[in-house]
């Protein structure tokens, strides 16, 4: 199973997306989110492949 784990700099859990097998994209919605800097993970088997930051700014 694979999932991408969305994270704020405190390290709380802000979203959980599952993802199927195969290749696209997804949307994700920031319109909520405060400005700031986030992470995302990309979990694969249980361990964390890849982790990126995201910039919000409104």
Request: charged share 15%; aromatic share 8%; no cysteine.
């Amino acid at each position: 199973m694979k999932t991408i784990i969305f994270t704020d700099m405190l390290g709380n859990v802000i979203n959980e997306v599952q993802l199927t097998t195969g290749y696209g994209t997804i949307a994700v919605d920031t319109q909520d989110l405060p400005n700031g800097t986030y992470t995302f993970s990309l979990i694969t088997n249980g361990k964390v492949y890849n982790t990126k930051k995201m910039l919000r700014n409104k």
